[in-house]
């Protein structure tokens, strides 16, 4: 049973405009989430993240947002550029096992010039 | 370099082999994480270690995996009699105590023939 999903493989945007890539969990312990950011043959690397008690958070270019209620999470990017074309991971972790990180299977974005 | 390093980067063996992984984190993290990718599949955590702690192992899949940290820096990750349906990427992360943020290291791919 996949706790957290990301019901879209893949997204395309064209550059200047804004990118959404969404993002739901099962599991109403989850109390912190993440999105990572991987490009081909590196790791995934760190963005932007947000606690449960909040419902937005932005830095720069990137806003996350979290409905609680419906137990789903958007990150915005605007406006989008050409090296933002990645795999996004959206994660969550728990009160109950905070150092495990559960993640979701990813969206490929492509930003099209 | 001061990233999570990991070796080696590509790994090519036959079905019923031993392989061994490596990763070196970053210098001061005390927690260490392995996961691993499956084509079009999220992470899927492996184990983690927290400093002088028993590891936790609840997610290596067999008891074909194995995992130990040397002197709470480098660690190796050994799959015994390695299957088809080992191939993946295997990521190592590692994080501050107290810190959800993780980073990640390039990941090994393994391909078992």
């Known amino acids: 049973d996949q706790q957290v999903k990301q019901n879209s493989p893949s997204l395309s945007v064209q550059e200047g405009r804004i990118s959404i890539l969404n993002c739901d969990y099962t599991n109403s312990m989850f109390d912190y989430f993440l999105w990572y950011k991987k490009y081909p043959a590196e790791g995934p690397t760190f963005l932007i993240s947000?606690?449960?008690i909040k419902d937005k958070n932005e830095d720069g270019r990137f806003t996350v947002f979290l409905n609680k209620s419906a137990k789903h999470l958007s990150l915005h990017i605007v406006p989008s550029q050409p090296g933002d074309s990645a795999v996004y991971f959206c994660?969550?972790?728990?009160?109950?096992?905070?150092?495990?990180?559960?993640w979701g299977a990813g969206t490929k974005l492509i930003i099209k010039p | 370099g001061a990233g999570v390093s990991q070796s080696p980067s590509n790994k090519v063996t036959e079905k019923g082999k031993d392989v061994e992984l490596r990763c070196d984190p970053i210098s001061g993290h005390t927690a260490l994480y392995w996961y691993r990718q499956s084509l079009g599949q999220g992470l899927e955590f492996l184990i983690y270690?927290?400093?002088?702690?028993?590891?936790?192992k609840s997610g290596l899949p067999s008891d074909r995996f194995s995992a130990e940290r040397t002197g709470g820096s480098v660690s190796t990750l050994t799959i015994q009699r390695t299957q088809q349906e080992d191939s993946a990427v295997y990521l190592c992360a590692s994080s501050s105590f107290s810190d959800n943020e993780q980073f990640f290291g390039p990941g090994t791919r393994l391909t078992v023939l």
């Open positions: 270690f927290q400093g002088n702690s028993a590891p936790d």
């Open positions: 947000i606690s449960s």
């Open positions: 994660a969550a972790s728990g009160l109950d096992s905070n150092y495990q990180l559960i």
